[in-house]
């Protein structure tokens, strides 16, 4: 649960990096209503505050496009060619739902996940200086002992370096992966699966 001035704190500080696991339903299509943030508005949606979960955490590599024009934008893309609306469908009634999401590397936009490995290969100080953001993020959000869940490798294996002895790390595939949303809520829920009964 979180409270109300909770939920408005984390909008202000981290509202156009980060958002949460909750989406509107789709419609007509599979990816319908991915923009739709009204279901991220406790004004609108009265059930938001008792869904929120700041302890499971996902994370996501950087802003692949021009920026997050809306608070709560993040992971939330309305753009045909987007495919975030695999994560909705991969945690719409799971424990997965209501889940933080942010990503590890902020206000560096690249659509190349290699690029962005590359660059923090030679940049070691720019990435400690995300982790501690990223750290102070989780305490911000009120997270209480997280379990971490990496989108992809890249970002799994920035998280290892510099959270493995802090936190439960996991790893999903990330959402643009070529796969039926089918097939990426099965590999989603497996690792969630693994998670509880270990």
């Known amino acids: 649960m979180v409270t109300r001035e909770q939920f408005e704190f984390i909008k202000s500080k981290y509202g156009l990096h980060a958002s949460w696991a909750v989406w509107a339903d789709e419609g007509d299509t599979p990816k319908s209503n991915m923009g739709d943030l009204r ?3 406790p004004e609108i949606n009265k059930d938001l ?11 996501g590599l950087n802003i692949s496009r021009g920026g997050i024009h ?3 934008g993040n992971f939330h893309d309305k753009r045909p060619q987007a495919t975030d609306y695999r994560t909705r469908f991969a945690v719409k009634n799971s424990p997965l739902w209501g889940a ?4 590890i590397i902020k206000d ?5 996940s290699g690029a962005v490995s590359a660059y923090l290969r030679q940049n070691r100080a720019f990435e400690q200086e995300n982790a ?3 750290r102070q993020e989780l305490s911000d959000i009120r997270s209480v002992a997280p379990t971490l869940i990496a989108f992809g490798n890249i970002t799994h294996d920035i998280l290892q370096r510099n959270f493995k002895n802090e936190f439960q790390i996991l790893k999903v595939p990330h959402y643009a ?10 590999q989603v829920l497996s ?8």
């Open 70 to 72: 809306e608070p709560f």
């Open 100 to 103: 933080y999401m942010t990503d």
């Open 49 to 59: 505050l008792s869904q929120l979960n700041p302890n499971v955490v996902l994370v």
């Open 39 to 41: 279901v991220l508005d």
């Open 177 to 186: 992966t070529y796969v039926s949303k089918e097939n990426y809520r099965e």
């Open 191 to 198: 690792v969630w699966k693994t998670l509880r009964t270990s």
């Open 108 to 112: 560096f936009e690249q659509k190349i």
């Open 132 to 134: 501690e953001s990223f």
